[in-house]
């Protein structure tokens, strides 16, 4: 990874003091079991939020009574195995919470597929809470038909099925950064298409017409992180042109995700092996938004998961 993704605040650094007439700050944390809430939880709490899991509806009015989330921000977990819980009464309460005008309410859901969440409670031996006396797929299944009406009305949808934990982190330090600045913040991923696409990604660009340093047996084995590979990608008589085309179709885009209040955008370029064309050209696009001021991570998600192979 080139640039890392923006640090994660300790538990025990001191939320910013609140200024006059600024809203508190509420993140409502849903989704399916075996998605990842607990690890989203940890890493809001890590970011400075005071964080509850597993709360009963109900509750919800008085522990915003007794806390101030001006002074520090919330992250609370309900999810379906809340004794009360219902999708139509999470999202009642919601819309309630959002009318209020001292609060800033964002629902985020966290899904996953049904193959790696089935896999995930098997590894782990742990009973699905919609499956105590059926197979754990039968619960996923209940799961996700209880849960869509959440799905489809949530603020942010992460689903993690191809995302380690370092990535949801990242993903959640990048929509919910406490003292975040108001500048959109860009995270560029190059990936191979032939691994599938990532999830999480808000715009997909396919480099495959580019020439492939792929079919070259000496550069075959380097990568786009190579000058070698670079001066032949480079070299494709359409790549100036597309490249130009490329950002001045994003320069337009870029300051309206910021009006709209998206403050995360990740863009995904994608080739056959995700190892040289995209890598080279995401690192120019990175480069390139870094030249308009823009706070910008990066990764090589098929370099990333190689080297964690080869460690």
Not at 9 to 29: C, D, E, F, K
Not at 120 to 149: C, K, M, S
Request: hydrophobic fraction near 40%; glycine fraction near 6%.
């Amino acid at each position: 990874m080139t640039l890392q993704p923006p640090p994660e605040s300790p538990n025990t650094a001191m939320p910013p003091t609140p200024s006059a007439g600024q809203h508190g700050r509420l993140v409502l944390v849903t989704g399916m079991s075996g998605a990842g809430m607990s690890v989203a939880l940890k890493a809001l709490e890590d970011l400075g939020y005071e964080a509850v899991d597993n709360l009963r509806l109900s509750l919800v009015p008085a522990l915003l009574e007794q806390a101030d989330p001006r002074k520090r921000p919330l992250a609370l977990v309900i999810d379906s195995r809340t004794r009360d819980f219902s999708a139509h009464a999470v999202l009642e309460q919601v819309e309630s919470l959002k009318a209020r005008d001292d609060l800033d309410v964002r629902l985020v859901f966290l899904d996953c597929g049904d193959e790696v969440l089935q896999r995930r409670f098997t590894e782990t031996r742990r009973r699905h809470p919609l499956a105590i006396d059926r197979p754990v797929p039968d619960g996923i299944q209940r799961e996700r038909a209880l849960l869509f009406p959440l799905k489809q009305e949530a603020d942010v949808t992460i689903d993690t099925t191809q995302l380690s934990i370092h990535d949801l982190r990242r993903l959640l330090a990048g929509n919910f950064q406490i003292d975040a600045q108001a500048a959109l913040q860009v995270f560029v991923t190059s990936f191979s298409f032939r691994l599938g696409l990532p999830r999480e990604a808000d715009l997909v660009f396919d480099v495959r017409f580019l020439t492939n340093p792929h079919y070259d047996p000496d550069l075959r084995p380097l990568t786009g992180l190579d000058p070698r590979v670079a001066a032949r990608v480079e070299g494709d008589p359409d790549f100036d042109a597309f490249f130009r085309h490329l950002t001045d179709l994003l320069q337009p885009l870029l300051p309206r995700y910021n009006q709209e209040g998206k403050s995360y955008l990740t863009i995904a370029v994608g080739c056959t092996g995700g190892r040289h064309r995209s890598v080279f050209v995401a690192e120019r696009l990175a480069a390139w938004l870094t030249g308009l001021g823009l706070k910008v991570g990066l990764s090589h998600r098929e370099l990333d998961r190689q080297s964690s192979r080869a460690g």
